[in-house]
T-cell receptor, first 111, second 110 residues
Framework: GESVGLHLPTLSVQEGDNSIINCAYS??????FIWYKQESGKGPQFIID?????DKRQGQRVTVLLNKTVKHLSLQIAATQPGDSAVYFC??????????FGEGTQLTVNP | DGGITQSPKYLFRKEGQNVTLSCEQN?????MYWYRQDPGQGLRLIYY???????QKGDIAEGYSVSREKKESFPLTVTSAQKNPTAFYLC?????????FGSGTRLTVV
């Protein structure tokens, strides 16, 4: 099943289920958004990005949805695997090409 | 392979001492950034540089200093004025292709 809702610090899912991680961004002028995956003790790893002229973009097992009306971004992971366990951050690009990060969601995949 | 190298991976500092964290990139990126990450939190911007010999303060610049004398290098100095320096420090660079992050330096004040 899916877990949806407002931004949560933790999300636990069963292996094989779909995951949805949500993020609210702050700057209505932001035009570029990125989702990162961060494993413990490592730097953020790029997952997928989307520009503000789009509302959906798909990658391999991942989909990003952008709702500019309510300034909301979500990351959907299909068929979640144990290797997907990590902290996931959304980031928005604001003026001067600087990234502002959300607080992150810890995803735990149970076998 | 192109990328960003941060060194050292772990760093210990005594209170009252300055310490410099290294960040080197061979991606030919113009822009470079330093972020701080505390446990269970997101990344906060310390300083950034969009071009050589120029840099701007981020959201939490107090107690830190940087230099950008070469395109490839963006060292961060954590000064004794930084009241709570223990954290995970991440360097990044960017160009039109996107952002690339280093593997981080974990600084501990002892």
């Amino acid at each position: 099943g899916e877990s949806v809702g407002l931004h949560l610090p933790t999300l636990s899912v069963q292996e094989g289920d779909n995951s949805i991680i949500n993020c609210a961004y702050s700057n209505s002028a932001s035009d570029y958004f990125i989702w990162y995956k961060q494993e413990s003790g490592k730097g953020p790893q790029f997952i997928i990005d989307i520009r503000s002229n789009m509302d959906k973009r798909q990658g391999q097992r991942v989909t990003v949805l952008l709702n500019k009306t309510v300034k909301h971004l979500s990351l959907q992971i299909a068929a979640t695997q144990p290797g997907d366990s990590a902290v996931y951050f959304c980031a928005e690009e604001t003026s001067g090409s600087r990234l502002t990060f959300g607080e992150g969601t810890q995803l735990t995949v149970n076998p | 392979d192109g990328g960003i190298t941060q060194s050292p991976k772990y760093l210990f500092r005594k209170e009252g001492q300055n310490v410099t964290l290294s960040c080197e990139q061979n991606l030919n990126h113009d822009a470079m950034y330093w972020y701080r990450q505390d446990p269970g939190q997101g990344l906060r911007l310390i300083y950034y540089s969009q071009i050589v010999n120029d840099f701007q303060k981020g959201d939490i610049a107090e107690g830190y200093s940087v230099s950008r004398e070469k395109k490839e290098s963006f060292p961060l100095t954590v000064t004794s004025a930084q009241k709570n320096p223990t954290a995970f420090y991440l360097c990044a660079s960017s160009a039109w292709q996107g952002y690339t992050f280093g593997s981080g330096t974990r600084l501990t004040v002892v």
